[in-house]
């Protein structure tokens, strides 16, 4: 999906090098990169978090590499996840290299995610959720933006790899909301 200056695009392994690199972020590894991931040695990390993502298209996950306008250089990651556990629906994911904050990608990337998975030659799903630790702010606003409602608070429901743990909200969207 070409977005004007970045494109999703599905992960390759080529993409190791940034993927590393973006692991290397505290706010990454705190709040989006999972337990299994941080436990594995730095030097390994890339491959561990890759390898289901990119086998993740086969097995119904739809995650995406936000990229540059040429498509080499990853910025982030969006994911739709989890779909049809429950009939028309998935959760979708975001990260955002450091570098490339403060530009609304995220967000662009989220809604132009959740924009194909609602579309009949899409997933044709109906409902998007997705939640973040209360804490995490800028994951607020990046839903907000990105058109998911907020739908309440779920107590002590995000815990950090540390397992330390938090309330989180949750937030979602349906493909019947107005487009913002």
């Known amino acids: 999906m070409d977005l004007g200056d970045v494109v999703?695009?599905?992960f390759v392994w080529t993409d190791e090098p940034a993927v590393a690199e973006a692991l290397r972020d505290p706010d990454i590894l705190r709040w989006t990169a999972g337990t299994a991931v941080i436990r594995t040695p730095g030097d390994q990390r890339a491959k561990r978090w890759l390898e289901p993502r990119i086998d993740g298209w086969a097995r119904g996950s739809a995650v995406f590499a936000v990229a540059d306008a040429d498509g080499d250089q990853v910025l982030g990651?969006?994911?739709?996840r989890d779909v049809g556990r429950v009939p028309d629906q998935a959760v979708v994911a975001y990260w955002v290299?450091?570098?490339?904050?403060?530009r609304r990608l995220a967000a662009r990337a989220l809604d132009a995610a959740a924009r194909w998975a609602f579309a009949n030659d899409g997933l044709g799903l109906h409902r998007l959720s997705?939640?973040?630790?209360?804490?995490?702010?800028?994951s607020c606003r990046v839903?907000?933006?990105a058109g998911f409602a907020l739908e309440g608070t779920m107590r002590d429901y995000y815990v950090e790899p540390t397992g330390r743990r938090?309330?989180?909200h949750l937030h979602a969207r349906l493909a019947t909301d107005p487009v913002g």
Do not use: K, Q
Request: net charge negative; glycine share 8%; aromatic share 4%.
């Open 77 to 80: 990651s969006v994911s739709v």
């Open 143 to 145: 839903a907000t933006y």
């Open 166 to 168: 938090h309330d989180s």
């Open 97 to 102: 290299s450091p570098a490339a904050r403060g």
């Open 8 to 10: 999703l695009r599905p």
């Open 130 to 138: 997705l939640d973040h630790a209360l804490v995490n702010e800028g």
